[in-house]
T-cell receptor, first 113, second 112 residues
Framework: GAVVSQHPSRVICKSGTSVKIECRSL??????MFWYRQFPKKSLMLMAT?????????EQGVEKDKFLINHASLTLSTLTVTSAHPEDSSFYIC?????????FGPGTRLTVT | LAKTTQPISMDSYEGQEVNITCSHN???????ITWYQQFPSQGPRFIIQ???TKVTNEVASLFIPADRKSSTLSLPRVSLSDTAVYYC?????????????FGGGTRLMVKP
């Protein structure tokens, strides 16, 4: 089946630094990718939707200048958490849409100290 | 926008059949119903998808009544490894294309 990968799987960074998370669709082209955030024992919350070659659409309450999304190709989308703070510590999951199903990556655990 | 409602948690024992029902009263005509499974610190994994009536694959069955306002995921003979959170989702659409909005999910605990 389709596979979506994320890198890194976990990252620890200091407060004030920026972190980039990559999401790749490995065996299909994804014109649309989604970024979710999940806090412990909570459901996934959609942060933004990105279409290849265009600006991302952010959900209400998600700062576009803090969470920079780039979708430069049909197989790669990146999420950059800028000037990270401890409250940004979370599990970030990307998803890529194929022809009929939506596939999820394994997630990236971000810890900001 | 369609919204889903599921039980917060369920307990079961190994070998039993588990049925998890999800309500989606405002489902739109073109929406599909999709179920995902999530283990701790992992991304959701697709289980099954359907539009109406019954769908069956190698891991589960999905029952959808004629009015499509609810759906039931059936897991036959669960094992300890089926302990996970199960999400019922209804495909929603926005200007950026179809997306999946997650509800609270059902935390299934399978006991020996």
């Amino acid at each position: 089946g389709a596979v979506v990968s994320q890198h890194p799987s976990r990252v620890i960074c200091k407060s004030g630094t920026s972190v980039k998370i990559e999401c790749r669709s490995l065996d299909f082209q994804a014109t649309t990718m989604f970024w979710y955030r999940q806090f412990p024992k909570k459901s996934l919350m959609l942060m933004a939707t990105s279409n290849e070659g265009s600006k991302a659409t952010y959900e209400q309450g998600v700062e576009k200048d803090k969470f920079l999304i780039n979708h430069a190709s049909l197989t790669l989308s990146t999420l950059t958490v800028t000037s990270a703070h401890p409250e940004d510590s979370s599990f970030y999951i990307c998803s890529a849409r194929g022809t009929s199903e939506q596939y999820f990556g394994p997630g990236t655990r971000l810890t900001v100290t | 926008l369609a919204k889903t409602t599921q039980p917060i948690s369920m307990d079961s024992y190994e070998g039993q059949e588990v049925n998890i029902t999800c309500s989606h009263n405002n489902i739109a005509t073109n929406d599909y119903i999709t179920w995902y499974q999530q283990f701790p610190s992992q991304g959701p994994r697709f289980i099954i998808q359907g539009y109406k009536t019954k769908v069956t694959n190698e891991v589960a069955s999905l029952f959808i009544p004629a009015d499509r306002k609810s759906s039931t995921l059936s897991l036959p003979r669960v094992s300890l490894s089926d302990t996970a959170v199960y999400y019922c989702l209804v495909a929603l659409s926005n200007n950026a294309g179809n997306m999946l909005t997650f509800g609270g999910g059902t935390r299934l605990m399978v006991k020996p």
